[in-house]
């Protein structure tokens, strides 16, 4: 064998060696870590009693970790007066006291799954340890869930405050006695609290201060103070719904004559339809010493805007006019405030010679896959006269049998017309309004055919083949009484919602739903008002009992789910 040859095939050996071993290389930088750290160990040890009072703290970890997100991720209850001292040895984070540790106190260390090593790995599940500087550990605890915009919602501050020393908690001014943070599934537990009355706060808390700022982060209220005493040291499934709330009273912001007989008043925000429509929360007076205001004969909005609130009135003349609003709250039960609830306005002669005409209904004109219990809506620019809407009323289907049904007008500018059965599947309906009048006796005309006085409009049902269903039981096992009302609403689709009301525990079924992924909950109408209030903090107001179902429901074309049960406890 020739050298030329050994060289060759030497040569093509190392050229197959070094392609196989770079076949087994792992990209530069070595392997991806995506192992989520550990707590190896804590000093003091969980449970340890009699702990001395300037022991540090210490919290070792499986690997280096992102210190500043870590040591957000800390909380210690009950919460110090003064801030700890945090540093860093290796992979062990020091927590050291400013001020020497309370005799015979409880103390909480928790670690929320914020805490991550420096490749952004979190913490399965929070972690948390308890020790005393006395001779025992307190032993209340209090555990549930919280949510937000209908989902569980992880990485929320759950906020304890005792009464026994402050019975006017303001989570704005006010830290908490005790913290700890929701883990990933929206679940929280409190452990170690001693014995008194508590009032929860759940906040989201953006900047991690432990004080809530109403117009930046999402609060929720509980539906009472719980007293843990001897006899009840544990609660559980205490649940909260958060929202953004608004602290600052409405004002009226300006007011406006459009003709002789009809006000347009504009406020900073939107209005509560509570109390919105009721005529005496208005009175115009002709001057500063008429005591007898014009009469108020109408209420009404346009569409959704809860911010403008029209007025159809005696009539006036062309002089200054003085009108006072009272009894008017904004989404958030915050009052008009009374020191921007009055305007002077100057009256107008002119006489209101426009058509009527509809902004907006639903359905649409042309719309498919209407629901069969659906509402007819219609939303007009003005009041129309209630007896020529009712009388000029018809809707048939496509075999012109007549649909009968009652008219709603809760807005005297928006008509709903309810079937008094479902519509038909796959069947085509017609909707014709005719000789349609305003106050004025001004007739209805179509935007784009001036001459055209008649409304006409035209929607499909969906096909019942293509719909589900879902039955179940809802049980109050709890001491409140008021009407539960069961809502499922669809994840994809927040405006699809189904609503069920019941008197007392008893079965539902909800028919004819559009298949999808769905949230269900239940609430207790304790005030019998028709929403769900979620409570006040100051002046502290309970939230109305809630309950969410804890799965999301696939509801399937063709298919009942069944036995879906909720319980109030």
Same mark, same amino acid.
């Given at each position: 064998m020739s050298v030329k040859f050994l060289i060759k095939i030497l040569t093509f050996s190392l050229i197959l060696l070094s392609i196989n071993c770079a076949k087994r290389e792992f990209p530069s930088g070595g392997p991806v870590d995506v192992t989520p750290p550990q707590i190896l160990e804590v000093f003091p040890a969980n449970s340890s009693l009699n702990v001395d009072l300037s022991a540090k703290i210490t919290i070792t970890f499986s690997k280096p970790m992102a210190k500043e997100k870590t040591v957000q991720s800390i909380f210690i209850t009950p919460v110090p007066e003064s801030p700890f001292k945090f540093r860093w040895k290796k992979n062990s984070l020091i927590l050291e006291p400013s001020k020497p540790l309370e005799k015979d106190k409880t103390y909480v260390i928790n670690i929320g799954t914020n805490a991550q090593d420096t490749h952004n790995n979190k913490l399965e599940k929070s972690y948390s340890f308890a020790f005393s500087t006395g001779q025992k550990l307190d032993s209340g605890s209090i555990s549930g869930k919280v949510f937000f915009?209908?989902?569980?919602?992880?990485?929320? #501050?759950?906020?304890?405050?005792?009464? #026994?020393?402050?019975?006017?908690?303001?989570?704005?001014?006010? @830290?908490?006695?005790?913290?700890?943070?929701?883990?990933?599934n929206g679940e929280y537990t409190l452990s170690y609290l001693a014995k008194d009355v508590y009032r929860l706060f759940a906040v989201k808390d953006l900047n991690n201060d432990l004080l809530w700022e109403p117009d930046k982060e999402p609060l929720g209220v509980t539906t009472k103070d719980l007293n843990l005493t001897l006899d009840t040291l544990s609660f559980s499934n205490i649940v909260f719904e958060l929202i953004l709330r608004d602290t600052t009273a409405p004002q009226l912001v300006s007011c406006q004559s459009l003709d002789k007989r009809d006000v347009r008043l504009e406020f900073d925000e939107s209005l509560s339809p509570r109390g919105l429509y009721e005529k005496e929360n208005y009175k115009i007076y002709s001057d500063s010493l008429s005591e007898k205001s014009l009469n108020v004969e109408l209420v009404y909005i346009k569409g959704e805007d809860y911010q403008k609130v029209y007025l159809v009135t005696d009539e006036m003349s062309k002089r200054k006019y003085r009108v006072i609003v009272q009894n008017l709250t904004d989404l958030y039960g915050n009052k008009l405030d009374q020191k921007f609830n009055e305007w002077v306005f100057e009256g107008s002669e002119s006489v209101d010679k426009s058509p009527l005409r509809i902004d907006s209904t639903y359905p649409g004109a042309g719309d498919v896959n209407i629901p069969l219990d659906a509402e007819i809506k219609l939303f007009f620019e003005k009041p129309p006269e209630k007896n020529s809407a009712e009388k000029g009323f018809i809707l048939k289907d496509s075999l012109e049998e007549r649909?009968?049904?009652?008219?709603?007008?809760?807005?005297?500018?928006?008509?709903?017309?309810?079937?008094? @059965?479902?519509?038909?599947?796959?069947?085509?309906?017609?909707? *014709?309004?005719?000789?349609?009048?305003?106050?004025w006796g001004n007739p209805y005309v179509?935007?784009?055919?001036?001459?055209? *006085? #008649?409304?006409?409009?035209?929607?499909?049902? +969906?096909?019942?083949?293509?719909?589900?269903?879902? #039955?179940?039981? +809802?049980?109050?096992?709890?001491?409140?009484?008021?009407?539960?009302?069961?809502?499922?609403?669809?994840?994809? @689709?927040?405006?699809?919602?189904?609503?069920?009301?019941l008197k007392e525990s008893g079965d539902f079924k909800f028919e004819n739903v559009f298949p999808g992924k769905y949230n269900l909950k239940a609430y207790l109408d304790l005030n019998g008002n028709g929403v769900l209030d979620l409570g006040k903090p100051l002046p502290f107001e309970p939230a109305e009992p809630e309950i969410f179902y804890p799965d999301t429901l696939n509801l399937r074309p063709r298919w009942e789910t069944e036995g879906v049960i909720l319980k109030f406890r």
């Amino acid at each position: 064998m020739s050298v030329k040859f050994l060289i060759k095939i030497l040569t093509f050996s190392l050229i197959l060696l070094s392609i196989n071993c770079a076949k087994r290389e792992f990209p530069s930088g070595g392997p991806v870590d995506v192992t989520p750290p550990q707590i190896l160990e804590v000093f003091p040890a969980n449970s340890s009693l009699n702990v001395d009072l300037s022991a540090k703290i210490t919290i070792t970890f499986s690997k280096p970790m992102a210190k500043e997100k870590t040591v957000q991720s800390i909380f210690i209850t009950p919460v110090p007066e003064s801030p700890f001292k945090f540093r860093w040895k290796k992979n062990s984070l020091i927590l050291e006291p400013s001020k020497p540790l309370e005799k015979d106190k409880t103390y909480v260390i928790n670690i929320g799954t914020n805490a991550q090593d420096t490749h952004n790995n979190k913490l399965e599940k929070s972690y948390s340890f308890a020790f005393s500087t006395g001779q025992k550990l307190d032993s209340g605890s209090i555990s549930g869930k919280v949510f937000f915009q209908d989902k569980a919602e992880k990485g929320v #501050s759950i906020w304890t405050y005792p009464l #026994s020393k402050n019975k006017d908690t303001n989570p704005e001014v006010d @830290k908490p006695e005790y913290a700890t943070l929701s883990g990933q599934n929206g679940e929280y537990t409190l452990s170690y609290l001693a014995k008194d009355v508590y009032r929860l706060f759940a906040v989201k808390d953006l900047n991690n201060d432990l004080l809530w700022e109403p117009d930046k982060e999402p609060l929720g209220v509980t539906t009472k103070d719980l007293n843990l005493t001897l006899d009840t040291l544990s609660f559980s499934n205490i649940v909260f719904e958060l929202i953004l709330r608004d602290t600052t009273a409405p004002q009226l912001v300006s007011c406006q004559s459009l003709d002789k007989r009809d006000v347009r008043l504009e406020f900073d925000e939107s209005l509560s339809p509570r109390g919105l429509y009721e005529k005496e929360n208005y009175k115009i007076y002709s001057d500063s010493l008429s005591e007898k205001s014009l009469n108020v004969e109408l209420v009404y909005i346009k569409g959704e805007d809860y911010q403008k609130v029209y007025l159809v009135t005696d009539e006036m003349s062309k002089r200054k006019y003085r009108v006072i609003v009272q009894n008017l709250t904004d989404l958030y039960g915050n009052k008009l405030d009374q020191k921007f609830n009055e305007w002077v306005f100057e009256g107008s002669e002119s006489v209101d010679k426009s058509p009527l005409r509809i902004d907006s209904t639903y359905p649409g004109a042309g719309d498919v896959n209407i629901p069969l219990d659906a509402e007819i809506k219609l939303f007009f620019e003005k009041p129309p006269e209630k007896n020529s809407a009712e009388k000029g009323f018809i809707l048939k289907d496509s075999l012109e049998e007549r649909v009968e049904g009652k008219f709603l007008w809760e807005n005297p500018a928006e008509l709903v017309f309810k079937p008094d @059965k479902v519509l038909q599947g796959k069947m085509k309906y017609e909707l *014709t309004l005719k000789d349609l009048v305003d106050l004025w006796g001004n007739p209805y005309v179509a935007f784009d055919l001036e001459a055209d *006085t #008649s409304f006409k409009l035209g929607f499909i049902t +969906v096909d019942p083949d293509t719909l589900s269903s879902i #039955s179940g039981r +809802v049980e109050n096992l709890s001491q409140n009484k008021g009407e539960i009302v069961i809502d499922l609403k669809k994840i994809e @689709k927040p405006e699809l919602s189904y609503e069920k009301k019941l008197k007392e525990s008893g079965d539902f079924k909800f028919e004819n739903v559009f298949p999808g992924k769905y949230n269900l909950k239940a609430y207790l109408d304790l005030n019998g008002n028709g929403v769900l209030d979620l409570g006040k903090p100051l002046p502290f107001e309970p939230a109305e009992p809630e309950i969410f179902y804890p799965d999301t429901l696939n509801l399937r074309p063709r298919w009942e789910t069944e036995g879906v049960i909720l319980k109030f406890r």
